[in-house]
């Protein structure tokens, strides 16, 4: 950075093109995101076409819009028409409409038409995520055709290495690779080469279940069809990374009870991430105070056995862990696919018999920690018994919960963390002092 703002006041262009030659388009991207207006416009006209359009594609679209308003109008819709169709697509998505409008009309009446349609797709779905630089071919085509067709095509489309192979209505029919055609005789066609059996997505199928199956089968691409079986798009695999990343990043923010920031960390101000955190925070402490309730209403047990206080923390703390293993485990197995809420009596059954046995193993522990220090059987079973039991409904909880939420079509990771904790913590405090006042009579 000190080296080319450097090179950008004292105007010594030539130097300035030699140095931009040995970077990576991303990291000249970072460059050109800490540079001042006037300044990040000189360095990008400065880039070859290639290697601009590369660099403007590694942008964030934020960054992408203040570039294009920079850059003449010319020069914009030259970068908007060479752009990949559903990286433009994210951009208008994040652009307010007033910009949207001086923008289209500088792209081509194809390219602005693809825009149009993409945008128009059901948020989060792969219609929305998918490109329509696919390559496809016809089904009468020898391998000799369609590698010449592909030589022509092949600069405009987002990959090649899947070929689609489509009837005269656009239906999708087949799929061939490049591989095949490489491999195979010249007077070959494609209809005697291709697999019929296409594994696809509908337009309106969720982004999240198209990187799963992109992941599942260890595809480049995946195509995308519309509901009368026409070839729409493909979602690339690239795209699925994003997706992932995405979502991991939604889970992460939800498991932690808080809403995910829209930017980035340091993009984002100060007190919207404060209003952020600051709802679920509120909603945990008002379900804290049920806590307080709880130790009100059992008052005369802590006054008649004040050693029943010194472990508390040790249930409320051991349950909230095992709630939170069981919760993450059964989460992360419904996120990648091993686990659907169909399976929620095996998944139950399973549990319940973790938590049983995980119980009695730490209840046995509890017992001898109260043996050890407080040398008083009945406390000690109250603590084993007490412990065992939270452990024990912590882990069916922690499992049930998530399943449970993914049935009702609700996100399950906004089960996990503070939320299974805070519910556990109660839970925990009435069985233990309800065993108290069982063996201990107080």
Excluded at 79 to 84: F, G, K, R, S
């Amino acid at each position: 950075m000190p080296e080319i703002r450097k090179l950008l006041k004292e105007n010594r262009i030539e130097e300035m093109k030699m140095a931009l030659e040995n970077l990576h388009p991303v990291d000249i991207a970072s460059i050109l995101a800490n540079l001042k207006d006037e300044e990040a416009r000189v360095l990008f006209r400065l880039l070859p076409k290639d290697i601009a359009l590369e660099t403007f594609n590694e942008l964030e679209e934020e960054e992408e819009a203040g570039l294009l308003s920079l850059l003449g109008k010319n020069y914009a819709a030259e970068v908007l028409n060479e752009m990949a169709a559903d990286e433009r697509a994210d951009l208008f998505e994040e652009m307010p409409t007033e910009i949207i409008q001086r923008f289209l009309p500088l792209m081509s009446p194809e390219e602005r038409a693809d825009v149009e349609k993409l945008l128009k797709e059901k948020e989060n779905s792969a219609g929305s995520i998918m490109t329509t630089e696919y390559a496809s071919l016809r089904i009468e085509l020898t391998i000799s055709e369609a590698l010449s067709s592909i030589r022509q095509m092949a600069p405009r489309k987002e990959t090649i290495y899947y070929l689609y192979v489509i009837d005269n209505d656009g239906k999708l029919i087949g799929v061939v690779s490049l591989k095949d055609l490489v491999l195979g005789e010249p007077s070959q066609k494609i209809g005697e080469l291709m697999h019929p059996e296409v594994i696809s997505v509908r337009e309106d199928q969720d982004q999240e279940e198209v990187a799963r199956l992109i992941g599942k089968y260890n595809f480049l691409a995946v195509p995308v069809v519309d509901n009368k079986n026409k070839l729409s798009g493909i979602v690339t695999v690239d795209d699925s990374l994003d997706i992932i990343k995405e979502e991991n990043t939604e889970d992460i923010h939800k498991m932690a009870a808080m809403e995910a920031p829209e930017e980035e960390y340091f993009k984002t101000s100060f007190f919207v991430l404060a209003r952020k955190r600051v709802l679920w925070l509120v909603v945990l402490l008002v379900a804290l105070t049920f806590t307080g309730n709880i130790l009100k209403g059992y008052s005369h047990a802590l006054e008649a056995l004040v050693a029943l206080a010194y472990f508390i923390p040790l249930l409320i703390g051991t349950g909230g862990n095992a709630g939170a293993q069981s919760s993450a485990t059964i989460i992360r197995g419904l996120a990648t696919g091993e686990l659907s809420s169909q399976q929620t009596f095996r998944v139950m059954r399973r549990e319940i018999g973790l938590g049983l046995l995980l119980g009695a193993i730490l209840g046995c522990f509890g017992l001898g920690r109260v043996l050890l220090t407080e040398r008083s059987l009945l406390l000690g079973l109250t603590v084993g018994i007490g412990l065992a039991a939270t452990i024990a409904v912590a882990t069916i909880t922690g499992a049930f919960i998530p399943l449970l939420l993914r049935r009702m079509r609700i996100d399950p990771a906004v089960a996990a963390g503070p939320f299974i904790a805070t519910a556990i913590d109660l839970a925990g405090l009435i069985i233990y002092f309800q065993i108290a006042k069982f063996l201990l009579h107080v």
